[in-house]
Nanobody
Framework: QVQLVESGGGLVQPGGSLRLSCAASGNIFSITTMGWYRQAPGKQRELVAVITSDLSTNYGDSVKGRFTISRSDAKNLLYLQMNSLKPEDTAAYYC?????????????WGQGTQVTVSS
């Protein structure tokens, strides 16, 4: 089992910045890929960014060049630096982790943190 707890959400003006954190606990040694997803009201959950255990990254088209994902395995933390925020970035942001155990992949989600971009 892996537990994920997000923090760092809040209200920010357009053009502002926020940094989200996700603390992982439990069977962290099994974690491979981690990522951030978001879901706005009435919309499907979408990929924001993912990072693999060898630090390869992939971003959703709408956040490329503005958001940066990083991880500290030593601290069991995942980060999302969000710059140049837009109102359309408003959503609940969820931390995701995939773990590999005995050739099976397990997926875990945090409870989410709200990001609101508004003047």
């Amino acid at each position: 089992q892996v537990q994920l707890v997000e923090s760092g959400g809040g209200l920010v003006q357009p053009g502002g910045s926020l940094r989200l954190s996700c603390a992982a606990s439990g069977n962290i040694f099994s974690i491979t890929t981690m990522g951030w997803y978001r879901q706005a009201p009435g919309k499907q959950r979408e990929l924001v960014a993912v990072i693999t255990s060898d630090l390869s990254t992939n971003y959703g088209d709408s956040v490329k060049g503005r958001f940066t994902i990083s991880r500290s395995d030593a601290k069991n933390l995942l980060y999302l630096q969000m710059n140049s925020l837009k109102p359309e970035d408003t959503a609940a942001y969820y931390c995701n982790a995939r773990s590999l155990l005995a050739s099976r992949v397990y997926e875990y989600w945090g409870q989410g943190t709200q990001v609101t971009v508004s003047s």
